[in-house]
């Protein structure tokens, strides 16, 4: 039967009957169904690394134990997203994710996914229409922070932003997700068409209120009424995701296809943990993803600051300091102890105290099974990776959690080098005097800084006083507070005169 199913899975235009590896693929596990079984009922907008690994690999555990007809139609907006889609196409949307933990790589075929569609294969109107067909109940979303438009300062959507200036003028044309989403919600309304659930699988702090704001925001620019009804009857929850799922490589690619004997150009590789926390606010249905293992929760909250904190904020301190002490990799990181002790001590002394969780929730065994994780030597997740868009991560990685500290007078000093890693990182030049390829929305910003001051110690207190005062990082209060714009320029000059590795040693 599974050959039956996969005998016209073309993998790099060929298929696998034509290279007579029929067994290599029915050793691995694959679905015992078509995609003629499935429905799109959900529209997901960023069909990257992460989703590939988490809410699809969700749903097709939920498919494999029901009949349930759940299934996705992807959508890619942005111009490098359009030969993933085409892939998928050509493979019959089926693609592998490979488990790689400490025991071992454990290789799943992917059955969730109906359909994928791209605005320069199939058009702008063709994908607002299928988010607008009666089918649909959810739209979901992984386009990262910066892919909602809003002011980080405020939560509300950005009316500056060019996307979203271009989605004021030509709404019928959109350019951003939030102007997709909200021309296809108009259709429903105007359609008289039941409304749907807009569920954010992006890790931010109060995602589905963020998603909201930014919806709501457009929609009042382009009509009051339509605002309205969304108000009223679409919902968003919030959700927490956790999977470390580094971006395909090459090498990534090639050990997948060795062990699969054929290539998959959509594979993607990630750690064996996952976790999905989901208020349970649905207003058209959803599938039992329970089953797969999620939690279903009256609020999201503790957990997201949980992870946004302890797992992404370490994240981001090993990222920039790694990257700027020569690692390629955050395991890599984790094999010189000074790293290890850091951010175990950055997780439990600097953010758990932050936190209010539910009292059955360890999270000194919680962090203990992040520093496992962290260390996996089987996943390659580049520290250059985890360091873009920090722009659009520091706020709630780090920046929440040393406003508590400052009111609190205890101590922060991880933070504090973890920020002033940032400003190292974003000054375009590393240790050795390489330029660093910065990307974030801000990197313009960042270059005039350091074009204006250098990147000598005599100035690091002009170079720090003018970073602080990017507010939509900041905030306000951040760069008038003596204590905290002291502390960051000292640790900033001591970095700069030992290097990385000397600067977490000294922690």
């Known amino acids: 039967m599974v050959v039956d199913e996969y005998h016209s899975l073309p993998l790099i235009g060929e298929s696998i009957m034509e290279k007579n590896l029929v067994n290599t693929i029915t050793s691995v596990p694959c679905p ?66 490979a488990e790689k933990g400490r025991e071992g790589v454990t290789l799943k075929m992917m059955g969730s996914m109906k359909e994928g569609l791209h605005p320069s294969i199939d058009g702008t109107q063709a994908i ?40 004021i003028a030509n709404p019928a044309v959109p350019r951003s997700a939030i102007g997709y989403i ?29 998603t909201r704001e930014a919806v709501l925001g457009l929609a009042r620019l382009q009509d009051e009424k339509l605002a309205q009804w969304i108000e009223t009857q679409v919902t968003f929850p919030s959700t927490m995701v956790d999977r470390i799922v580094p971006a395909a490589t090459p090498d990534t690619l ?55 904190r302890m797992l992404n904020g370490a994240h981001s301190f090993l990222a920039y300091l790694g990257y700027l002490g020569g690692y390629a990799h955050i395991s890599d990181t984790m094999t010189n102890a000074d790293y290890r002790r850091a951010v175990y001590a950055l997780m439990l002394n600097e953010q758990a105290p932050t936190l209010s969780m539910p009292e059955n929730i360890d999270l000194m065994a919680y ?6 994780r962290l260390t996996n030597p089987a996943l390659k997740h580049q520290t250059g990776q985890i360091a873009m ?15 508590w500290h400052l009111r609190q007078g205890s101590d922060y000093r991880h933070l504090a080098l973890g920020v002033a890693g940032w400003m190292r990182y974003v000054s375009g030049v590393d240790e050795q005097g390489q330029p660093i390829d910065v990307r974030d929305p801000l990197k313009e910003t960042f270059a005039a800084i350091y074009a204006e001051y250098g990147h000598s110690v005599a100035v690091v207190g002009d170079v720090v006083k003018a970073l602080l005062a990017i507010e939509s990082i900041f905030g306000q209060k951040l760069v008038k507070n003596r204590n905290f714009v002291d502390n960051v320029t000292r640790v900033y000059q001591n970095l700069l005169h030992v290097g990385a590795r000397q600067a977490v040693a000294a922690l």
């Open 367 to 372: 962090a203990d099974k992040l520093i496992e």
């Open 254 to 308: 090639t050990e997948i296809a060795q062990r699969l004997g054929v290539d998959d150009p959509c594979a993607i590789a990630c750690e064996p943990f996952r976790q999905w926390v989901i208020e349970d606010n649905f207003v058209n249905g959803r599938p039992d993803w329970a089953l797969a293992g999620a939690q279903f929760v009256d609020d999201v909250a503790p957990f997201e600051m949980m992870k946004l």
């Open 182 to 210: 909200t021309t296809a919600l108009k259709l429903r309304f105007e359609r008289r068409l039941p409304a749907v659930t807009i569920l954010s699988c992006d890790n931010m702090r109060a995602n589905g209120q963020v």
């Open 389 to 403: 868009d920090g722009s659009q991560k520091l706020p709630q990685r780090m920046i929440d959690s040393i406003e």
């Open 128 to 167: 607002i229409e299928k988010m607008a067909d009666p089918d649909v109940a959810i739209i979901s979303l992984t386009i990262t922070e910066k892919g909602y438009c809003t002011d980080a300062a405020t939560g509300r959507l950005d009316p500056n932003n060019n996307l979203i200036i271009n989605d």
């Open 32 to 97: 015992s169904w078509t995609t003629e079984r499935l429905t799109s009922r959900i529209v997901h907008l960023g069909c990257g690394a992460f989703h590939r690994a988490h809410q699809a690999l969700y749903t097709h555990h939920v498919l494999e134990q029901t009949d349930s007809d759940w299934g996705y139609c992807e959508i890619n907006l942005t111009p490098n997203g359009i030969s993933l889609i085409e892939n998928l196409k050509k493979q019959s949307m089926r693609y592998t994710v």
